[in-house]
């Protein structure tokens, strides 16, 4: 069995007669928004609204990693990961990659443009679009240009929440969450 | 007895003894050493006096030349001459001396001195094997020296007295080890000495075991001046296989450092690990299985 791999070919056609960029798969139109506008945007806007962007842009990629994986109940971590980790480097929100802690299912993102809300809406999002779960998500940690969101339920996500915002480390609250709900 | 019968019988005496004399004596009767006892012969009488007393045995007459044992003899009878000449006479007997004494001619020892101061009228009679040992000693001289030599012969007290101061002698030298020996001879009181004091340069020992087979002894270790040498820091260069015969030669020799290592004794047992907990058996197959375990948190 080969390992899966990613076809970027033509994954993103620039309609200069048109004025605009979109997507091979579907009809997609993207905007080219620079980074520093998204972060200005996560730092000034509300977080609701900080959420239901990211959310929007997540969405966009499960729904094409979705695509491209097919039979996503079928398919392996490492088929998944990798057509969702191609999509969401198409979109330019950095490199996905997948923790299993446990059975705490965590996506690691590296030199992603923007961290916080925005970016645990954002791979939330994508994994709910690709795998059609209602999922929650919640900011672990960013350190050195690198994030952990755990992919978990809402109460579980609640928790943890708390748990971090009580000074508990986020492997702790990991931990506790598995003896808790073991 | 008339003297006409007494010279007569003197007379058939002194011819008896001529023609013994010049008769060839056998061989086998002279050997050296041997003493031979000659029975004593009556000489027959020439005429049978009516009452002539039991005839006396011949007096001793010593050989001129050839030497015989040495023979008890009876004393002679006692015998009036008054008109015999002295010329045909025999010769007389040795002093008081009741015994003659012949000499071995091959044996050449010099009479000792000491034998002079000894009158020989005071001296006792000794037996037969002591005066033939005296005898062997004595030189070949003439039938007159002889007589005279052999009263004053060495005598076995003598020759013990020469073995002691030979003795003595020998005791002044230091003792000389025998050759076939390897005992070490302990040195003299001089020689302590002599090694305690520095007087003398010590002599190495005379007897060294002899060099044993096998593998030559290793050289002395000489240390040098850096001074001298310019050489300070000299590292040896080792050696093929100079590791596993290191320890053992510096042990051999003192005053060269050697390492003893200590190993510690570590024995493996089956615990050595404490295991807290089971070890993570969940492994999702799918990406659908670690979602829906992540959602059951």
Redesign the interface.
């Known amino acids: 069995m080969s390992a899966p791999s990613f076809k970027s070919a033509q994954a993103v056609r620039f309609d200069l007669p048109h004025g605009a960029v979109r997507a091979a798969s579907g009809d997609d139109r993207f905007v080219l928004v620079p980074t520093a506008a998204l972060i200005e945007l996560a730092r000034t806007a509300p977080a609701e609204a900080v959420a239901t962007l990211g959310r929007a842009i997540g969405a966009g990629v499960g729904r094409r990693a979705a695509a491209r994986i097919g039979e996503t109940k079928a398919s392996t971590l490492e088929e998944f990961i990798t057509q969702l980790a191609g999509e969401a480097a198409l979109a330019g929100v950095g490199v996905w990659s997948i923790e299993r802690w446990g059975r705490a299912l965590v996506v690691v993102v590296s030199e992603g443009p923007a961290g916080g809300p925005m970016l645990a809406a954002i791979v939330g999002s994508a994994v709910e679009a690709a795998s059609g779960r209602t999922v929650g998500s919640a900011l672990l940690s960013s350190d050195h240009g690198v994030a952990r969101v755990l992919i978990a339920s809402d109460r579980a996500v609640d928790r943890v929440r708390q748990w971090i915002g009580s000074g508990v480390s986020w492997g702790d609250a990991i931990a506790k969450l598995h003896g808790e709900g073991s | 007895m008339s003297k006409s019968v007494t010279v007569s019988r003197l007379e058939s005496l002194l011819a008896r003894i001529r023609g013994r004399a010049a008769e060839p004596r056998p061989a086998a009767s002279s050997a050296p050493g041997v003493a031979h006892a000659v029975p004593a012969i009556a000489p027959p009488p020439a005429a049978p006096p009516p009452a002539a007393p039991p005839p006396a045995p011949a007096p001793p007459v010593a050989a001129p030349v050839v030497a015989r044992p040495v023979q008890r003899v009876e004393p002679p009878p006692t015998v009036i001459i008054d008109q015999i000449e002295e010329a045909t006479l025999p010769p007389p007997p040795m002093a008081s001396d009741d015994f003659a004494v012949d000499v071995d001619v091959h044996v050449s020892t010099p009479p000792p001195p000491r034998m002079d101061a000894v009158p020989s009228s005071n001296r006792e009679p000794s037996p037969s094997q002591e005066r033939l040992s005296g005898a062997q000693a004595l030189s070949t001289e003439p039938p007159a020296v002889m007589a005279d030599v052999a009263d004053e012969g060495p005598s076995l007290e003598h020759g013990e007295s020469l073995a002691d101061e030979d003795a003595l002698a020998g005791e002044e030298k230091p003792e000389e080890a025998p050759i076939s020996s390897r005992r070490p001879v302990a040195p003299p009181e001089e020689r302590l000495a002599e090694l305690a004091f520095g007087a003398g340069e010590p002599l190495p020992p005379r007897h060294t075991p002899p060099p044993k087979s096998g593998r030559l002894p290793a050289p002395p270790a000489t240390e040098f001046d850096g001074d001298v040498t310019g050489v300070r820091d000299a590292v040896a260069l080792p050696t093929a296989g100079a590791d596993a015969t290191r320890p053992a030669a510096q042990a051999s020799r003192p005053g060269v450092l050697a390492p003893q290592a200590v190993r510690p004794n570590l024995v493996s047992e089956p615990r050595v690990a404490d295991v807290i907990g089971d070890a ?1 058996a ?1 492994a ?5 299985e ?2 829906d ?5």
């Open positions: 993570q969940f999702p197959s799918t990406f659908f670690l979602l375990a992540s959602l059951a948190l």
